[in-house]
T-cell receptor
Framework: ETGVTQTPRHLVMGMTNKKSLKCEQHLGHNAMYWYKQSAKKPLELMFVYNFKEQTENNSVPSRFSPECPNSSHLFLHLHTLQPEDSALYLC?????????????FGPGTRLTVL | GQNIDQPTEMTATEGAIVQINCTYQTSGFNGLFWYQQHAGEAPTFLSYNVLDGLEEKGRFSSFLSRSKGYSYLLLKELQMKDSASYLCAVSDSNYQLIWGAGTKLIIKP
């Protein structure tokens, strides 16, 4: 138990669906991250929020839309995804962005796009 | 470009010792992290090195040489539960983590 929870754990969706991934951290951290993890590839950083403000968007397609209503919650809204978007989506948090702070990860959402 | 290299897969025997290497080329350096990730689970923090040398934490140790751009994770007295992927990540000049693809460690009885 890392103090970071993600729901759902598994998600299957069609290319025309709209769904959202949820992340919640109970660590009192101020930075939150979305990563994409594909088999045998390095973790790909997608978005970073620091004190609820988006600080990084690593050229992620607009079909992925993040939302951070407060420092404890992070969402990833999905629409018109492609099969190549199938992957494990990991949420992480750290004390704050801008320091070598350890990131704590949630268990991930395994996404399959049909 | 920035790059982290680590072996794709390693196999070791229960009770033995295994060393997982990581080499890196990054824009700046603010520390190196090792994480463990069991299949279907969250990566969990193992160690952080920012100065050269060996950091020991129970059965696990991590070594860093900044001049060589090199680190290793040493696992002693291997147990079956150590079967997992081990991820190496470097914090660059902007404190962004640059990740390796991970090393899948298989422990055999």
């Amino acid at each position: 138990e890392t103090g970071v929870t993600q729901t759902p754990r598994h998600l299957v969706m069609g290319m025309t669906n709209k769904k959202s991934l949820k992340c919640e951290q109970h660590l009192g951290h101020n930075a939150m991250y979305w990563y994409k993890q594909s088999a045998k590839k390095p973790l790909e950083l997608m978005f970073v929020y620091n004190f609820k403000e988006q600080t990084e968007n690593n050229s992620v397609p607009s079909r992925f839309s993040p939302e951070c209503p407060n420092s404890s919650h992070l969402f990833l809204h999905l629409h018109t995804l492609q099969p190549e978007d199938s992957a494990l989506y990991l949420c992480a948090s750290s004390l704050e962005r801008g320091g070598p702070d350890t990131q704590y990860f949630g268990p991930g959402t395994r996404l399959t796009v049909l | 470009g920035q790059n982290i290299d680590q072996p794709t897969e390693m196999t070791a025997t229960e009770g033995a010792i295994v060393q997982i290497n990581c080499t890196y080329q990054t824009s700046g350096f603010n520390g190196l992290f090792w994480y463990q990730q069991h299949a279907g689970e969250a990566p969990t923090f193992l160690s952080y090195n920012v100065l050269d040398g060996l950091e020991e934490k129970g059965r696990f140790s991590s070594f860093l040489s900044r001049s060589k751009g090199y680190s290793y994770l040493l696992l002693k007295e291997l147990q079956m539960k150590d079967s997992a992927s081990y991820l190496c990540a470097v914090s660059d000049s902007n404190y962004q983590l640059i990740w390796g693809a991970g090393t899948k460690l298989i422990i055999k009885p």
